[in-house]
């Protein structure tokens, strides 16, 4: 009887019976605020910005060189703000921590169990073996798209005083730098444990004559 109270009582918040387990849009149907015209004005313009800006930023995937291009400037921009008012340092190094970490994300494989247990290379060595192309555990576009918006969102911090925390900044430059070198040699180590390469530049597939699928990994 106990466990059937209890689910009676579960079933009557989701329904809406309590307040304690309505969700927010509920919360604001019952409050008269979704059936203001006004509301639903903000509503339906919030969405079609999200729609645009998705749509956006869908098309330009194809373009990969143009994008870091264009968020090489972006960070360009940012540095030489830091340079033009000497200040905002814990905002930069949170920044490029936060860069690193997306980097070490995008150089790690997003399945490492299937390495261990082949423990060699995934890219064929003749035309019997499978192709298996290298799958990230952070994809270039999501990379590229995080990284923006954190460029963007430490850019905006720059314009409140908040976040100006005084700091001898040489020491953030040297903790960064020997945490890059840390991390990247781990990094280094993982891949040569695993047998591992990150990328696939001068590897071009090619057909054989049985049909089967084969990698030049000589150039």
């Known amino acids: 009887g106990r466990g059937g109270g209890g689910g009676v009582g579960g079933a009557g918040g989701w329904s809406g019976g309590e307040v304690g387990g309505m969700s927010a849009s509920e919360v604001f149907e019952r409050s008269g605020l979704m059936s203001n015209p006004a509301v639903q004005e903000a509503r339906d313009f919030l969405r079609n910005v999200s729609a645009r800006w998705t749509h956006l930023v869908d098309k330009t995937t194809p373009y990969t060189l143009y994008r870091w291009i264009g968020f090489g400037f972006l960070l360009a921009i940012f540095i030489l703000r830091m340079f033009l008012i ?11 921590i936060f860069l690193l970490n997306q980097f070490i994300l995008f150089l790690q494989p997003k399945d490492r169990s299937t390495l261990a247990d082949d423990g060699g290379p995934s890219l064929p060595l003749n035309d019997a073996d499978d192709f298996r192309p290298f799958v990230r555990r952070l994809p270039e576009f999501k990379f590229w798209l995080t990284s923006v918006k954190a460029t963007v969102i430490a850019f905006c911090a720059t314009f409140f005083r908040a976040f100006n925390v005084p700091v001898f900044w040489p020491v953030l430059v040297v903790y960064f730098v020997v945490l890059f ?10 891949m040569k444990r695993f047998k591992y390469v990150p990328w696939d530049i001068g590897k071009k597939r090619k057909y054989s004559k049985t049909g089967g699928v084969s990698v030049d990994i000589s150039k």
């Open 86 to 96: 000497h200040g905002f340092y814990i905002v930069t190094y949170v920044l490029f």
């Open 181 to 190: 070198v840390v991390t990247m040699r781990r990094q280094i180590v993982d």
